[in-house]
Protein backbone atom coordinates (compact mmCIF):
# COMPACT_ATOMS: atom_id res chain seq x y z
CA UNK A 1 0.00 0.00 0.00
CA UNK A 2 2.43 2.43 0.89
CA UNK A 3 4.27 1.67 -2.47
CA UNK A 4 1.42 2.39 -4.18
CA UNK A 5 0.54 5.69 -2.34
CA UNK A 6 4.27 6.89 -3.08
CA UNK A 7 3.84 5.95 -6.91
CA UNK A 8 0.57 7.65 -6.98
CA UNK A 9 1.47 10.89 -5.21
CA UNK A 10 4.58 10.78 -7.56
CA UNK A 11 2.00 10.73 -10.39
CA UNK A 12 0.14 13.74 -9.32
CA UNK A 13 3.46 15.85 -9.10
CA UNK A 14 4.39 15.10 -12.37
CA UNK A 15 1.12 15.88 -13.85
CA UNK A 16 1.21 19.00 -12.10
CA UNK A 17 4.18 20.22 -13.14
CA UNK A 18 3.26 19.49 -16.60
CA UNK A 19 0.14 21.31 -16.13
CA UNK A 20 2.69 24.59 -14.91
CA UNK A 21 4.83 23.70 -18.49
CA UNK A 22 1.25 23.86 -20.50
CA UNK A 23 0.17 27.15 -18.57
CA UNK A 24 3.63 28.62 -18.89
CA UNK A 25 3.76 28.05 -22.53
CA UNK A 26 0.76 29.30 -23.60
CA UNK A 27 0.79 32.74 -21.44
CA UNK A 28 3.97 32.85 -23.39
CA UNK A 29 1.75 32.60 -26.62
CA UNK A 30 -0.75 35.31 -25.04
CA UNK A 31 2.69 37.31 -24.31
CA UNK A 32 3.88 37.02 -28.12
CA UNK A 33 0.65 38.11 -29.43
CA UNK A 34 0.28 41.28 -27.43
CA UNK A 35 3.44 42.24 -28.20
CA UNK A 36 2.97 41.79 -31.87
CA UNK A 37 0.01 43.61 -31.85
CA UNK A 38 1.16 47.48 -31.41
CA UNK A 39 4.30 46.69 -32.61
CA UNK A 40 3.40 45.52 -36.34
CA UNK A 41 0.41 47.66 -36.13
CA UNK A 42 1.79 50.60 -38.28
CA UNK A 43 4.87 50.15 -40.64
CA UNK A 44 3.86 46.94 -41.91
CA UNK A 45 0.98 46.43 -44.53
CA UNK A 46 -2.31 45.24 -42.31
CA UNK A 47 0.73 45.05 -39.61
CA UNK A 48 -2.56 45.46 -36.93
CA UNK A 49 -3.95 42.19 -37.75
CA UNK A 50 -0.89 40.05 -37.26
CA UNK A 51 -1.05 40.21 -33.29
CA UNK A 52 -5.27 39.55 -33.43
CA UNK A 53 -4.97 36.59 -35.84
CA UNK A 54 -2.32 34.52 -33.91
CA UNK A 55 -4.92 35.40 -30.49
CA UNK A 56 -7.72 34.04 -32.38
CA UNK A 57 -6.47 30.82 -34.01
CA UNK A 58 -5.06 30.30 -30.41
CA UNK A 59 -7.65 30.69 -28.34
CA UNK A 60 -9.75 28.44 -31.30
CA UNK A 61 -7.04 26.32 -31.01
CA UNK A 62 -6.88 25.54 -27.29
CA UNK A 63 -10.66 26.32 -26.96
CA UNK A 64 -10.78 22.94 -24.99
CA UNK A 65 -8.30 24.82 -22.01
CA UNK A 66 -10.17 27.79 -21.50
CA UNK A 67 -13.81 27.12 -22.02
CA UNK A 68 -14.63 25.53 -18.86
CA UNK A 69 -12.74 28.35 -16.61
CA UNK A 70 -15.35 30.54 -14.68
CA UNK A 71 -15.21 34.42 -15.62
CA UNK A 72 -15.70 37.04 -13.37
CA UNK A 73 -18.77 38.69 -13.89
CA UNK A 74 -17.10 42.39 -15.24
CA UNK A 75 -15.36 39.67 -17.75
CA UNK A 76 -18.81 38.87 -19.09
CA UNK A 77 -20.16 42.10 -19.56
CA UNK A 78 -17.44 42.56 -21.42
CA UNK A 79 -18.10 39.82 -23.69
CA UNK A 80 -21.87 40.76 -23.78
CA UNK A 81 -20.72 44.09 -24.56
CA UNK A 82 -19.30 42.79 -27.79
CA UNK A 83 -21.43 40.90 -29.07
CA UNK A 84 -24.24 44.04 -28.65
CA UNK A 85 -21.56 45.84 -30.47
CA UNK A 86 -21.16 42.78 -33.10
CA UNK A 87 -25.05 43.15 -33.51
CA UNK A 88 -25.03 46.98 -33.93
CA UNK A 89 -22.45 46.83 -36.83
CA UNK A 90 -24.01 44.38 -38.31
CA UNK A 91 -27.08 46.83 -39.00
CA UNK A 92 -24.98 49.54 -39.85
CA UNK A 93 -23.50 47.50 -42.39
CA UNK A 94 -26.05 46.94 -43.66
CA UNK A 95 -25.28 48.32 -47.58
CA UNK A 96 -22.39 45.55 -47.66
CA UNK A 97 -23.74 41.90 -49.09
CA UNK A 98 -22.92 38.77 -48.58
CA UNK A 99 -19.76 37.82 -46.28
CA UNK A 100 -18.73 41.41 -46.50
CA UNK A 101 -21.44 42.90 -44.07
CA UNK A 102 -20.09 40.08 -41.50
CA UNK A 103 -15.93 42.06 -41.83
CA UNK A 104 -17.15 44.31 -38.61
CA UNK A 105 -19.37 42.23 -36.73
CA UNK A 106 -16.58 39.09 -36.99
CA UNK A 107 -13.95 41.18 -35.29
CA UNK A 108 -16.01 42.36 -31.88
CA UNK A 109 -16.91 38.72 -32.45
CA UNK A 110 -13.45 37.08 -32.30
CA UNK A 111 -12.64 39.64 -29.74
CA UNK A 112 -15.16 37.84 -27.46
CA UNK A 113 -12.90 34.47 -27.77
CA UNK A 114 -9.86 36.19 -27.45
CA UNK A 115 -10.98 37.61 -24.18
CA UNK A 116 -12.00 34.55 -22.80
CA UNK A 117 -8.82 33.02 -24.01
CA UNK A 118 -6.41 35.65 -22.33
CA UNK A 119 -8.34 35.67 -19.00
CA UNK A 120 -7.40 32.16 -18.63
CA UNK A 121 -3.64 32.67 -19.94
CA UNK A 122 -3.15 36.46 -18.98
CA UNK A 123 -0.09 37.97 -20.81
CA UNK A 124 2.94 39.77 -18.92
CA UNK A 125 2.29 43.80 -18.87
CA UNK A 126 6.01 44.06 -20.22
CA UNK A 127 4.83 42.05 -23.52
CA UNK A 128 2.63 44.87 -24.60
CA UNK A 129 4.93 47.88 -23.27
CA UNK A 130 7.73 46.20 -25.60
CA UNK A 131 5.48 46.09 -27.99
CA UNK A 132 4.23 49.52 -27.95
CA UNK A 133 7.87 50.47 -28.35
CA UNK A 134 9.03 49.09 -31.26
CA UNK A 135 6.36 50.05 -32.82
CA UNK A 136 6.23 53.59 -31.99
CA UNK A 137 9.87 53.51 -33.73
CA UNK A 138 8.39 51.93 -36.45
CA UNK A 139 5.69 54.14 -36.90
CA UNK A 140 7.45 57.84 -36.93
CA UNK A 141 10.32 55.86 -38.73
CA UNK A 142 7.68 55.02 -41.72
CA UNK A 143 6.30 58.89 -41.22
CA UNK A 144 9.54 60.57 -41.30
CA UNK A 145 9.89 58.32 -44.78
CA UNK A 146 6.79 58.84 -46.59
CA UNK A 147 6.90 62.86 -45.66
CA UNK A 148 10.44 63.58 -45.96
CA UNK A 149 11.91 60.72 -48.17
CA UNK A 150 9.27 60.27 -50.55
CA UNK A 151 7.73 63.91 -50.54
CA UNK A 152 4.02 62.93 -49.26
CA UNK A 153 1.92 65.92 -47.68
CA UNK A 154 0.74 63.48 -45.14
CA UNK A 155 2.18 60.45 -43.41
CA UNK A 156 -0.92 57.25 -43.65
CA UNK A 157 1.52 54.22 -43.23
CA UNK A 158 -1.12 51.52 -45.37
CA UNK A 159 -4.30 53.34 -44.67
CA UNK A 160 -5.64 56.63 -43.51
CA UNK A 161 -4.14 59.32 -42.44
CA UNK A 162 -6.42 60.47 -40.16
CA UNK A 163 -6.64 56.37 -38.43
CA UNK A 164 -3.06 56.14 -38.60
CA UNK A 165 -1.97 59.32 -37.07
CA UNK A 166 -4.67 58.63 -33.89
CA UNK A 167 -3.29 55.36 -33.48
CA UNK A 168 0.51 56.12 -33.08
CA UNK A 169 -0.69 59.00 -30.76
CA UNK A 170 -2.30 56.91 -29.17
CA UNK A 171 0.24 54.28 -28.84
CA UNK A 172 2.51 57.01 -28.00
CA UNK A 173 0.66 57.75 -24.84
CA UNK A 174 -0.09 54.37 -23.45
CA UNK A 175 4.54 54.55 -23.32
CA UNK A 176 4.83 57.37 -22.05
CA UNK A 177 2.46 56.43 -19.23
CA UNK A 178 4.27 53.46 -18.66
CA UNK A 179 7.56 55.18 -18.90
CA UNK A 180 6.93 58.06 -16.71
CA UNK A 181 5.24 55.05 -13.76
CA UNK A 182 8.79 52.61 -14.28
CA UNK A 183 11.30 55.23 -14.75
CA UNK A 184 13.48 55.17 -11.67
CA UNK A 185 13.94 51.48 -12.26
CA UNK A 186 15.01 52.11 -15.58
CA UNK A 187 18.73 52.41 -16.83
CA UNK A 188 20.05 55.42 -18.68
CA UNK A 189 20.21 53.85 -22.01
CA UNK A 190 16.64 52.40 -21.28
CA UNK A 191 15.38 56.01 -20.71
CA UNK A 192 16.87 57.36 -24.20
CA UNK A 193 15.44 54.87 -26.36
CA UNK A 194 11.88 55.07 -24.45
CA UNK A 195 12.02 58.82 -24.59
CA UNK A 196 13.00 58.38 -28.88
CA UNK A 197 10.50 55.95 -29.35
CA UNK A 198 7.43 58.30 -27.43
CA UNK A 199 8.82 61.27 -29.69
CA UNK A 200 8.79 59.66 -32.86
CA UNK A 201 5.13 57.74 -32.03
CA UNK A 202 4.53 61.72 -31.55
CA UNK A 203 6.14 62.79 -34.65
CA UNK A 204 4.47 60.26 -36.65
CA UNK A 205 1.06 61.48 -35.25
CA UNK A 206 2.18 65.14 -36.32
CA UNK A 207 3.23 64.14 -39.87
CA UNK A 208 -0.52 62.07 -40.58
CA UNK A 209 -1.76 65.88 -40.12
CA UNK A 210 -4.35 64.70 -38.00
CA UNK A 211 -6.20 67.37 -36.05
CA UNK A 212 -8.46 65.38 -34.02
CA UNK A 213 -6.00 63.45 -32.11
CA UNK A 214 -4.50 66.67 -30.81
CA UNK A 215 -7.97 67.48 -29.32
CA UNK A 216 -7.80 63.73 -28.26
CA UNK A 217 -4.61 64.25 -26.56
CA UNK A 218 -6.26 67.24 -24.41
CA UNK A 219 -8.75 65.68 -23.04
CA UNK A 220 -6.34 62.80 -21.38
CA UNK A 221 -3.51 65.37 -20.10
CA UNK A 222 -5.59 67.11 -17.64
CA UNK A 223 -6.80 63.63 -16.14
CA UNK A 224 -3.11 61.84 -16.14
CA UNK A 225 -2.10 65.27 -14.48
CA UNK A 226 -4.98 64.93 -12.08
CA UNK A 227 -3.17 61.35 -11.34
CA UNK A 228 0.70 62.35 -11.16
CA UNK A 229 -1.22 64.93 -7.95
CA UNK A 230 -2.64 62.52 -6.61
CA UNK A 231 -0.21 59.79 -6.06
CA UNK A 232 3.27 61.24 -6.99
CA UNK A 233 2.85 65.03 -5.67
CA UNK A 234 6.31 65.42 -5.02
CA UNK A 235 7.12 65.01 -8.97
CA UNK A 236 4.42 67.00 -9.87
CA UNK A 237 6.55 70.14 -11.38
CA UNK A 238 8.28 68.26 -13.12
CA UNK A 239 5.90 66.04 -14.92
CA UNK A 240 4.00 69.82 -15.58
CA UNK A 241 7.39 70.67 -16.57
CA UNK A 242 8.25 67.75 -19.25
CA UNK A 243 5.10 67.90 -20.79
CA UNK A 244 5.41 71.54 -21.79
CA UNK A 245 9.00 71.13 -22.88
CA UNK A 246 8.18 68.24 -24.35
CA UNK A 247 5.03 70.33 -26.56
CA UNK A 248 7.53 72.72 -27.32
CA UNK A 249 10.40 70.34 -29.04
CA UNK A 250 7.67 68.98 -31.01
CA UNK A 251 6.08 71.70 -31.75
CA UNK A 252 9.00 74.21 -33.13
CA UNK A 253 10.44 70.95 -34.89
CA UNK A 254 7.01 71.18 -37.04
CA UNK A 255 6.21 74.51 -37.17
CA UNK A 256 5.52 74.71 -40.87
CA UNK A 257 2.98 71.74 -41.04
CA UNK A 258 1.45 72.83 -37.92
CA UNK A 259 1.08 76.51 -39.10
CA UNK A 260 -0.33 75.24 -42.61
CA UNK A 261 -2.98 72.84 -40.73
CA UNK A 262 -3.84 76.19 -38.82
CA UNK A 263 -4.51 78.21 -41.83
CA UNK A 264 -6.32 75.71 -43.82
CA UNK A 265 -8.82 75.23 -40.96
CA UNK A 266 -9.86 78.47 -40.29
CA UNK A 267 -10.10 78.70 -44.22
CA UNK A 268 -12.68 76.26 -44.50
CA UNK A 269 -14.28 77.19 -41.38
CA UNK A 270 -15.14 80.94 -42.83
CA UNK A 271 -15.27 79.31 -46.42
CA UNK A 272 -18.57 77.24 -45.00
CA UNK A 273 -20.06 80.00 -42.64
CA UNK A 274 -19.25 82.88 -44.83
CA UNK A 275 -19.52 81.57 -48.14
CA UNK A 276 -21.36 77.99 -47.80
CA UNK A 277 -18.05 76.71 -49.17
CA UNK A 278 -19.20 72.56 -48.54
CA UNK A 279 -16.40 70.57 -50.16
CA UNK A 280 -14.02 70.82 -48.19
CA UNK A 281 -12.30 68.80 -45.26
CA UNK A 282 -14.65 70.44 -42.54
CA UNK A 283 -17.18 71.55 -44.67
CA UNK A 284 -18.18 68.44 -45.43
CA UNK A 285 -18.78 67.40 -41.49
CA UNK A 286 -20.79 70.72 -41.08
CA UNK A 287 -22.46 69.79 -44.09
CA UNK A 288 -23.46 66.30 -42.84
CA UNK A 289 -23.83 67.43 -39.50
CA UNK A 290 -26.64 70.12 -40.82
CA UNK A 291 -28.41 67.11 -42.57
CA UNK A 292 -27.92 64.94 -39.70
CA UNK A 293 -29.46 67.24 -37.45
CA UNK A 294 -32.61 67.55 -39.56
CA UNK A 295 -33.14 63.72 -40.28
CA UNK A 296 -32.53 62.82 -36.00
CA UNK A 297 -35.95 65.22 -35.35
CA UNK A 298 -38.24 63.13 -37.72
CA UNK A 299 -36.63 59.63 -36.25
CA UNK A 300 -35.55 60.44 -32.79
CA UNK A 301 -35.72 56.76 -30.77
CA UNK A 302 -34.75 54.51 -33.13
CA UNK A 303 -33.56 56.20 -36.18
CA UNK A 304 -33.73 55.24 -40.23
CA UNK A 305 -31.55 52.48 -40.43
CA UNK A 306 -28.37 52.20 -42.64
CA UNK A 307 -29.99 51.97 -45.53
CA UNK A 308 -32.82 54.13 -44.95
CA UNK A 309 -30.29 56.93 -43.38
CA UNK A 310 -28.52 56.43 -47.40
CA UNK A 311 -31.62 56.98 -49.27
CA UNK A 312 -32.97 59.91 -47.37
CA UNK A 313 -29.92 61.28 -47.41
CA UNK A 314 -29.47 60.56 -51.52
CA UNK A 315 -32.68 62.29 -52.10
CA UNK A 316 -32.38 64.90 -50.12
CA UNK A 317 -29.81 65.57 -51.91
CA UNK A 318 -30.87 65.24 -55.11
CA UNK A 319 -33.56 68.09 -54.11
CA UNK A 320 -30.64 70.36 -53.62
CA UNK A 321 -30.91 70.69 -50.14
CA UNK A 322 -27.48 69.50 -49.33
CA UNK A 323 -24.10 69.73 -50.94
CA UNK A 324 -23.22 66.77 -53.38
CA UNK A 325 -20.25 66.38 -51.35
CA UNK A 326 -21.64 64.49 -48.81
CA UNK A 327 -22.98 61.63 -51.26
CA UNK A 328 -19.74 59.89 -51.60
CA UNK A 329 -19.41 59.59 -47.41
CA UNK A 330 -21.83 56.10 -45.74
CA UNK A 331 -20.60 57.70 -42.59
CA UNK A 332 -21.06 61.16 -40.93
CA UNK A 333 -17.49 62.12 -39.28
CA UNK A 334 -18.91 62.26 -35.78
CA UNK A 335 -19.58 58.75 -33.93
CA UNK A 336 -22.57 59.67 -31.95
CA UNK A 337 -24.25 61.67 -34.70
CA UNK A 338 -23.61 58.99 -37.30
CA UNK A 339 -25.01 56.40 -34.58
CA UNK A 340 -28.04 58.71 -33.41
CA UNK A 341 -29.80 59.33 -37.14
CA UNK A 342 -28.82 55.37 -38.33
CA UNK A 343 -29.55 53.49 -35.11
CA UNK A 344 -31.79 55.83 -33.05
CA UNK A 345 -31.13 56.53 -28.86
CA UNK A 346 -30.43 53.25 -28.71
CA UNK A 347 -27.68 52.34 -31.01
CA UNK A 348 -26.07 55.79 -29.52
CA UNK A 349 -27.06 54.48 -25.78
CA UNK A 350 -24.96 50.99 -26.63
CA UNK A 351 -21.52 52.87 -27.30
CA UNK A 352 -21.92 55.24 -24.80
CA UNK A 353 -22.65 51.93 -22.38
CA UNK A 354 -19.58 50.45 -23.76
CA UNK A 355 -17.15 53.34 -23.15
CA UNK A 356 -18.60 54.63 -20.00
CA UNK A 357 -18.57 50.89 -18.28
CA UNK A 358 -15.10 50.05 -19.81
CA UNK A 359 -13.75 53.44 -18.40
CA UNK A 360 -15.10 52.97 -14.88
CA UNK A 361 -13.61 49.22 -14.80
CA UNK A 362 -9.79 50.70 -14.92
CA UNK A 363 -10.51 53.73 -13.11
CA UNK A 364 -7.65 53.54 -10.49
CA UNK A 365 -9.82 54.12 -7.51
CA UNK A 366 -8.88 54.98 -4.36
CA UNK A 367 -9.45 51.84 -2.75
CA UNK A 368 -8.14 49.37 -5.70
CA UNK A 369 -4.91 51.59 -5.35
CA UNK A 370 -4.62 51.31 -1.18
CA UNK A 371 -4.72 47.19 -1.72
CA UNK A 372 -1.41 47.60 -3.18
CA UNK A 373 0.35 49.92 -1.33
CA UNK A 374 2.61 47.66 0.51
CA UNK A 375 4.21 46.00 -2.89
CA UNK A 376 5.47 49.04 -4.79
CA UNK A 377 6.28 47.31 -8.02
CA UNK A 378 2.52 45.46 -8.41
CA UNK A 379 1.19 49.10 -7.46
CA UNK A 380 2.51 50.70 -10.24
CA UNK A 381 1.95 47.59 -12.81
CA UNK A 382 -1.64 48.02 -12.03
CA UNK A 383 -1.36 51.60 -11.88
CA UNK A 384 0.05 52.34 -15.60
CA UNK A 385 -2.55 49.28 -16.88
CA UNK A 386 -5.44 50.98 -15.20
CA UNK A 387 -4.04 54.57 -16.75
CA UNK A 388 -4.07 52.49 -20.31
CA UNK A 389 -7.29 51.62 -19.71
CA UNK A 390 -8.82 55.24 -19.40
CA UNK A 391 -7.05 56.92 -21.83
CA UNK A 392 -7.69 54.42 -24.30
CA UNK A 393 -11.49 55.33 -23.77
CA UNK A 394 -10.72 58.66 -23.20
CA UNK A 395 -8.45 59.10 -26.68
CA UNK A 396 -11.44 56.95 -28.76
CA UNK A 397 -14.46 59.11 -27.64
CA UNK A 398 -12.37 62.41 -29.03
CA UNK A 399 -11.47 60.65 -32.32
CA UNK A 400 -15.31 60.39 -32.41
CA UNK A 401 -15.75 63.56 -32.70
CA UNK A 402 -14.67 64.40 -35.96
CA UNK A 403 -14.90 60.77 -37.82
CA UNK A 404 -16.63 57.39 -37.13
CA UNK A 405 -13.41 55.54 -36.29
CA UNK A 406 -14.95 52.19 -36.06
CA UNK A 407 -15.63 52.10 -39.99
CA UNK A 408 -12.43 50.78 -40.72
CA UNK A 409 -10.38 47.91 -39.34
CA UNK A 410 -7.39 49.30 -37.62
CA UNK A 411 -10.35 51.27 -35.55
CA UNK A 412 -11.99 48.20 -34.24
CA UNK A 413 -9.00 45.92 -34.06
CA UNK A 414 -7.08 49.11 -31.42
CA UNK A 415 -9.78 49.38 -29.38
CA UNK A 416 -11.91 45.44 -28.56
CA UNK A 417 -7.98 43.75 -28.70
CA UNK A 418 -6.32 46.09 -26.41
CA UNK A 419 -9.22 46.49 -23.99
CA UNK A 420 -8.93 42.66 -23.96
CA UNK A 421 -5.20 42.79 -23.69
CA UNK A 422 -5.01 45.28 -20.10
CA UNK A 423 -7.98 43.91 -18.96
CA UNK A 424 -6.52 40.17 -18.76
CA UNK A 425 -3.08 41.51 -18.02
CA UNK A 426 -5.24 42.49 -14.75
CA UNK A 427 -6.14 39.44 -13.98
CA UNK A 428 -2.95 37.90 -14.64
CA UNK A 429 -1.28 40.81 -11.64
CA UNK A 430 -3.89 39.75 -9.48
CA UNK A 431 -3.09 36.33 -10.15
CA UNK A 432 0.33 36.80 -9.06
CA UNK A 433 2.40 35.88 -5.64
CA UNK A 434 5.08 39.12 -5.70
CA UNK A 435 7.94 39.05 -3.64
CA UNK A 436 10.10 42.36 -3.76
CA UNK A 437 13.52 42.37 -2.40
CA UNK A 438 15.63 45.34 -1.32
CA UNK A 439 17.55 45.86 -5.26
CA UNK A 440 13.95 45.85 -6.39
CA UNK A 441 14.46 42.42 -8.24
CA UNK A 442 11.35 40.10 -8.99
CA UNK A 443 10.31 36.47 -7.88
CA UNK A 444 7.27 35.89 -9.10
CA UNK A 445 4.72 32.31 -9.06
CA UNK A 446 1.41 32.47 -10.63
CA UNK A 447 -1.53 31.40 -9.40
CA UNK A 448 -2.96 30.12 -12.52
Not at 31 to 38: H, I, N, Q, W
Not at 217 to 240: D, E, G, H, N, T
Not at 307 to 330: C, K, Q, T, W
Request: net charge positive; charged share 15%; glycine share 8%.
Amino acid sequence: MGKSRGTGVRSELILNHMRKIEVHRLRNISSFAVFLLPATALWLKSGYSYGAAVLLLTSLFFLHRWWSCRQSSQTIVIALIFLTLAILWYELSAFESGIRRWDRPAKYIAGMFCLMYLMAFPPKREAFYWGLFVGCIGAGLMGIWQVYGLGRYRAEGYSNAIQWGNIALLMATMLAIQVCIFWKSMSGLHRCWAIVSILLGIEASLLSASRGGWIALLAVIPVLVFFVFRYRRPVFKKFCAILILASLVLMIANTNMLSDRWKLMQQEVSGYFDASQANTSLGIRFEQYRSAVEMIKEKPLLGWGMRGYLDEMHNRVDAGRYDPSIREFNFIHHEFIDLWVKTGLVGMFVQAFAYIYIFVLFWPTARRMKALENNPFLWKSEFSVRLCGITLVLMYVMFGQSVQFFVMNSGIIFFVFPVIILWSILAGLNAQEVVVDDNSHLSTSGKM
